[in-house]
């Protein structure tokens, strides 16, 4: 059964103050693995897909890698925008989305 | 560009009530689907819908029911609300696009039912 687990529950930083949020997966074989961005009140919003180990991609603040057990999403000098809670997901080779699996998410506080 | 409209935003049943969530994309999507996300718990699948005239359970959907009306409505219903359906409700759609395929969320439905 493909599992997604991600940590912190919670993460709490100053602005400037880099870190990186962990999703680590396992799963038969990975087609794709996604990245979400969940503001209160909001359904989640499209960040990144990243499809093969050692796959990364970028978007301002924020940079995705992907290994064959784990993913990173890297907040580099965040700002309280960035506050929201980052999802992760996981998509099995011949499934489409019905069979995705999130991870329960970690909420990013940025203190100004 | 609306993307995925869902109606109500807020909604408080009473236990044996019944109602209808909508859904509503403009973006020419085959695929609908309806989640439902609970604290401490990841978002999962209720029903899916791959294309018009087709609809197949998901993870959940136990206490449920759905109808694609057409390619841009796809709709959930609770026939008999109980207090365990209290949760927030997503509906999405995708499509395969530029080589990246996404997701596409509503804002939610939050249902309480006492």
């Known amino acids: 059964e493909d599992q997604v687990t991600q940590s912190p529950e919670a993460l709490r930083l100053q602005e400037g103050e880099s870190s990186s949020l962990n999703c680590s997966y396992t799963v038969s074989g990975l087609r794709g693995l996604f990245w979400y961005r969940q503001d209160p009140g909001k359904g989640p919003e499209f960040l990144f897909t990243?499809?093969?180990a050692g796959e990364e991609k970028e978007k301002e603040r924020l940079k995705a890698t992907l290994t064959k057990k784990e993913s990173f999403l890297h907040i580099t000098a965040p700002k309280p925008e960035d506050s929201a809670t980052y999802l992760c997901?996981?998509?099995?080779?011949?499934?489409?989305?019905?069979?995705?699996?999130f991870g329960t998410g970690t909420r990013l506080l940025v203190s100004p | 560009n609306a993307g995925v409209t869902q109606t109500p935003k807020f909604q408080v049943l009473k236990t044996g009530q019944s109602m209808t969530l909508q859904c509503a994309q403009d973006?020419?999507?085959?695929?609908m689907y309806w989640y439902r996300q609970d604290p401490g718990m990841g978002l999962r699948l209720i029903y899916y819908s791959a294309s018009e005239g087709t609809t197949d359970k998901g993870e959940v959907p136990n206490g449920y029911n759905v109808s694609r009306l057409n390619k841009r409505e796809f709709s959930l219903r609770l026939e008999s609300a109980a207090p365990s359906q209290t949760s927030v409700y997503f509906c999405?759609?995708?499509?395969?696009?530029?080589?990246?395929?996404?997701?596409?969320f509503g804002s939610g439905t939050q249902l309480s039912v006492l």
């Open positions: 999405a759609s995708s499509e395969w696009e530029e080589a990246n395929e996404k997701l596409f």
């Open positions: 973006m020419n999507h085959n695929s």
């Open positions: 997901a996981v998509q099995s080779p011949g499934t489409g989305f019905q069979k995705l699996v």
């Open positions: 990243l499809y093969s």
